[in-house]
């Protein structure tokens, strides 16, 4: 080839030195720097702490067996011996209330494992294999069109009622809004150029599946899953508040609160309380929601 | 270019199915690309230019083995794309890669620099322990002029240019004869991108590569090409060398093209050749000659027939119907 004049523009013959690296960015990465900086998340995670700390050492935790009857001392008020009184059968409700967090817990965190679960992997298949898409899908907006809790209702009174029928029952409502999301967000990743990269660089699409779309869905995934587990919880206390949900020998917050709708007007406790304690976990675990979002997008849109 | 050459794209059609229709009736399909046939030589680098949406991109991704071609062949060294050679250990991709236009969306940002790299090196087995990883990283971030800390970052903490090396240093990991650059410096600082186009200049003559360089901009074309490809509307309108090309353009196109390209010289005048309109909708193009509705010369002829590349001179070719065409001399 001959000696070449560029026509259009001069350019440097020889590349000018690289400038620095960017600064290194002082907060802390991951989840544990997301927690710091986010004050909302942080209150949203202790108080969840505490819920699970009372679940878990219910037993140790001044009660007493929550079935055991005492006629003679029914619907009394608080008192030393009955920090929050008793029912219209003489239990203890403070013993009756913390032991009912752990059925809410296991019901909450259950159905947010298994729904996000199964509804990542319909997603992924649903986002990433075109030909399962309409399946998939079309299978999802079945199940989305009947009313979640007249779904759990269906199941629950088709099988016998017991805590893992209602696991079973709301997680099956709950997986299409999972899976409606990771394949939206799997269809938006699916078209971006590190994917097609990754594709250039030799790599199966299980492999571009797990390394590179799923840990970017990741952030929508978790905070979907906190979501699904404070309806969850919610869910499960409607269903036993109108007896579908778990059975009457293990105490609830919805059977709690069920038992004492007959004496609403003269013990308001017995209904308040247990509602008390099921607002504030749905709240804590909202409020966790919410800030991982917060925190999540903005550090998306900082990262990228 | 008496040897075979390295790449061959037969008469390569793209066509995009649109969604509409019922059961398969009455779907629509945009013909992206159409008859596009070049030969890229071992070393040498062919230039694809032409507007947003004339396919030059589409092109490139069926070379990439990113979207499988509707029509025509793809062949490296005389053996076509989906051969049973080139399936074993995914060889066409180890052959062939890719450089992608937008620096800050090709790289994962959840993976570190040792991990980019390190994919292609992986995937292709071509590093089997972490060690031998390591020293070939080390190697090609060297090769990019990369500081050499810089494999424990990510890529955010990286400019647009050196983010840019990065995808240079990934494409170069597997040893492949061919790079697709997919504009892969139009999303540069005109700084950063006279760098970057060096780079690759100097990768390409230390390495002997063949490049596909795919642009829209004609100086940046001109200073690293052999050859040049004009696109327009899916297909190729003019092909030649680029002191041909460059010098004594042929189609209306090509022309109007070269006048468009901005000067440094303000006292500098020349023959400016306007294009009014769009580009024609690819859902339903032109009959004939598709550059006939902004084409100043355009004649009876244009609109009834397909012109077909025709070889004006030497190794220039364009497709227009007005062209003396060349006695067939040295064709």
Not at chain 2, 9 to 33: E, I, M, P, T
Request: hydrophobic content about 45%; charged content about 20%; aromatic content about 6%.
């Amino acid at each position: 080839m001959t000696e070449h004049t560029p026509r259009f523009l001069e350019t440097p013959a020889v590349a000018t030195p690289l400038p620095d690296i960017l600064e290194e960015r002082t907060p802390r990465p991951g989840l544990l720097g997301v927690i710091q900086r986010n004050l909302s998340v942080s209150i949203g995670l202790a108080g969840i702490a505490i819920i699970l700390f009372i679940g878990i050492c219910a037993p140790w935790l001044g009660t007493v067996d929550p079935l055991a009857i005492n006629p003679a001392l029914r619907t009394r008020p608080p008192s030393a011996e009955h920090f929050f009184g008793t029912d219209a059968l003489g239990r203890d409700l403070w013993s009756r209330v913390l032991y009912g967090t752990r059925v809410s817990l296991t019901v909450g965190f259950s159905v947010a494992a298994l729904a996000t679960g199964i509804g990542v992997l319909l997603g992924v298949m649903a986002g990433y294999i075109r030909a399962s898409e309409g399946v998939i899908m079309r299978a999802m907006d079945a199940v989305m069109s009947i009313p979640s809790i007249l779904l759990a209702i269906a199941l629950v009174a088709l099988i016998r009622p017991s805590v893992s029928n209602v696991i079973f029952a709301i997680t099956v409502a709950e997986i299409p809004r999972v899976a409606r999301l990771v394949r939206s967000v799997v269809i938006s990743l699916r078209e971006l150029a590190w994917v097609e990269a990754g594709v250039v660089s030799g790599s199966k699409s299980t492999q571009i599946i797990l390394r590179h779309i799923l840990p970017n869905a990741a952030a929508p995934i978790i905070v979907q899953a906190t979501y699904i587990c404070a309806s969850a919880m919610i869910i499960e206390a409607t269903l036993s508040f109108i007896g579908a949900g778990t059975p009457a020998s293990i105490p609830s917050w919805g059977n709690i609160m069920a038992e004492g709708r007959s004496l609403w007007q003269v013990k308001p406790l017995i209904v308040l309380i247990p509602a008390a304690f099921l607002s504030a976990t749905v709240l804590a675990v909202n409020v966790v929601g919410d800030g991982l979002r917060d925190a999540l997008d903005s550090r998306l849109v900082k990262d990228i | 270019m008496t040897d075979a050459p390295l790449l061959s794209v037969r008469r390569l059609a793209k066509h995009y199915d649109l969604g509409g229709g019922l059961l398969g009736w009455g779907k629509r399909s945009v013909k992206a690309v159409q008859d596009v046939s070049f030969d890229i030589a071992r070393g040498e680098t062919l230039s694809l230019v032409g507007e947003s949406g004339c396919g030059k991109s589409t092109v490139g991704k069926a070379i990439a083995g990113l979207h499988p071609a509707t029509e025509g062949e793809i062949l490296l060294n005389g053996k076509p794309i989906d051969s049973p050679e080139y399936k074993i250990g995914q060889l066409w991709h180890r052959k062939v890669q890719v450089v992608f236009q937008d620096p800050y969306s090709s790289l994962d940002p959840r993976m570190r620099v040792l991990d980019i790299i390190g994919e292609p090196l992986r995937n292709f087995g071509i590093t089997k322990t972490r060690q031998e990883l390591d020293a070939q990283v080390a190697r090609l971030i060297d090769l990019v002029r990369l500081p050499k800390d810089s494999a424990d970052r990510f890529p955010h903490e990286f400019s647009g240019g050196q983010r840019q090396r990065i995808g240079i240093a990934r494409a170069l990991a597997p040893n492949p004869e061919l790079i697709i650059c997919d504009e892969a410096v139009s999303a540069l600082d005109v700084s950063v991108k006279a760098q970057i186009v060096n780079l690759l200049a100097d990768l390409r003559n230390e390495l002997g590569l063949a490049l596909l360089f795919i642009s829209h901009d004609l100086a940046i074309v001109d200073h690293i090409t052999d050859r040049v490809a004009v696109m327009y509307l899916g297909r190729i309108v003019e092909i030649g060398t680029r002191s041909e090309l460059f010098d004594t353009p042929q189609h209306p196109y090509t022309r109007a093209l070269l006048s468009a390209v901005p000067m440094v010289d303000p006292t500098a005048r020349r023959e400016r050749t306007i294009l009014t309109g769009e580009l024609p909708s690819p859902f339903n193009p032109p009959s004939g000659c598709t550059f006939r509705t902004r084409c100043p010369l355009a004649a009876d002829r244009c609109v009834q027939e397909i012109p077909l590349l025709q070889t004006i001179s030497g190794n220039q070719q364009a497709a227009c119907h007005l062209l003396p065409v060349a006695q067939a001399t040295d064709a």
